[in-house]
């Protein structure tokens, strides 16, 4: 493929760039909880959230860069990264923080990225969606055939940024090649690696386990730090995943968006049961301690994004309370409404009305103690905690867990 970025290779950095564990350390400060990149679900509030209940590296929702790099399209930009309220990527309350990319076009890539290199600690490309719209667009997981371009990819941020360039991708169906596959990353030029223990014909209903031996074996062939991701449920899957893949952190998507408080208090070692409970807060109060944080900030979060997490967030008691689950699917927010001056009413009262539910039923169940309260999933195996409480959602069939 002939490029017109060789002009690019002569940009020198002004600030020295650490890379590797040096910058893991001295940067991101040896993050081991990390959250994913989630599109329209880790956006700046979700950050804001997920940083008060423990996650130490938060990646942004994927930002496409062939649209990115149109800088005529301000509205579409600002959807994927606020840049007019300089909330989002805030030294103080937004770091460390990694944006990350999805695309095929080395130049439009690079060009993107530089438009935020000052707004984070590094610049994630995406080699790990699997969706339909990744087919069409040649990018995420429908890379994985073609590793000129991949390399292509990497290495000019690599090459061109003032801050590192990490990488995220799905196993392959052997660990050979996962492991040449992860070499070439690092020979890339990338300075962490997520590696996503399932294929990438593992999605939907049809995602089941995620392959701890793969992703040990990337992290014995590489020697930059490698994050672990898949199969996060409870707290007690951290600590086993760290020893069963030695890997430097572990991230999560779905565990964490259904339970936010995932990494909370996790200086406090815990056994495989008892549950701590302080990993499990009400969910009713999540809510409303979310849309608090949405009305505060400047920067707007999408109607969609709102809606989807009160869904996962109460997901546990919206079985039972099906007049609120209704209320809850009808709400609809103008676009342009001012959340700060009540636009977002008819979710507080959703949430309002399912506090006080949560809170009746866990006063009439005192004196029980959890192990009383917490029942056996028959499907899946897993725990089920009492529905007023955050817990996990596993969508595929048995997960047998060690910890579940
Ligand atoms: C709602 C949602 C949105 C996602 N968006 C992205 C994304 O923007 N970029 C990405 O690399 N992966 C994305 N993923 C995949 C996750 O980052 C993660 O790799 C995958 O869900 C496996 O982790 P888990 O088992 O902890 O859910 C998304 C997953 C979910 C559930």
Redesign the pocket.
């Known amino acids: 493929m002939t490029t017109t970025t060789e002009h690019l290779t002569t940009f020198k950095p002004t600030t020295r760039k650490l890379a590797g564990y040096q910058f893991y350390r001295e940067v991101l400060g040896s993050p081991k909880y990390v959250v994913?990149?989630?599109?329209?679900?880790s956006e700046l509030a979700w950050r804001r959230l997920s940083r008060r209940y423990g996650a130490q590296l938060i990646y942004t929702?994927?930002i496409n860069a062939k649209i990115w790099a149109d800088s005529t399209n301000k509205v579409i930009r600002n959807a994927f990264f606020d840049l007019e309220t300089g909330e989002e990527g805030d030294p103080t309350t937004d770091r460390p923080l990694i944006v990350?990319f999805?695309g095929n076009d080395p130049e439009k890539l690079l060009k993107s990225a530089k438009a935020l290199e000052e707004h984070c600690d590094a610049v994630d490309l995406?080699l790990?969606?699997p969706q339909e719209i990744a087919k069409k667009g040649k990018y995420?997981a429908f890379l994985q055939d073609d590793w000129d371009l991949i390399y292509k990819l990497v290495n000019i941020l690599h090459v061109n940024l003032s801050i590192p360039v990490t990488a995220?991708f799905r196993v392959f169906s052997t660990v050979e090649k996962t492991v040449e596959y992860a070499k070439m990353l690092e020979r890339a030029g990338a300075q962490i690696l997520t590696c996503?223990g399932?294929i990438r014909e593992q999605r939907g209903q049809n995602?089941g386990l995620?392959d701890w031996a793969k992703i040990r074996a990337v992290k014995e062939a590489v020697s930059v730090p490698v994050f672990a991701?898949?199969?996060?449920l409870f707290q007690s899957d951290i600590e086993v995943c760290l020893r069963e893949t030695g890997c430097d952190g572990v991230?999560?998507?779905?565990?964490?968006?259904y339970n936010v408080a995932l990494f909370s208090e996790t200086d406090k070692p815990t056994a495989l049961p008892p549950l701590n409970l302080s990993q499990h807060p009400r969910h009713a109060d999540l809510a409303l301690e979310y849309l608090d944080i949405v009305k505060s900030l400047k920067t707007r979060t999408s109607v969609s994004a709102i809606k989807g997490h009160l869904f996962k967030i109460m997901r546990p008691a919206l079985s039972r309370e099906t007049d609120l689950r209704e209320r809850l699917g009808k709400v609809t927010i103008k676009k342009t409404g001012n959340f700060a001056e009540g636009a977002l009413q008819p979710y507080v009262d959703v949430c309002l009305e399912m506090k006080e539910r949560m809170d009746r039923d866990a006063k009439g169940a005192e004196g029980k103690s959890l192990d009383e309260l917490v029942t056996i999933d028959e499907a899946t195996g897993l725990r089920i905690l009492p529905h007023w409480l955050t817990q996990p959602y596993w969508r595929s069939p048995k997960p047998a867990l060690a910890t579940g």
């Open positions: 994913a990149p989630m599109v329209d679900q929702p994927m990350q999805c995406n790990g969606c995420g995220k996503h399932r995602a995620a991701n898949g199969n996060i991230m999560s998507a779905e565990g964490q968006l």
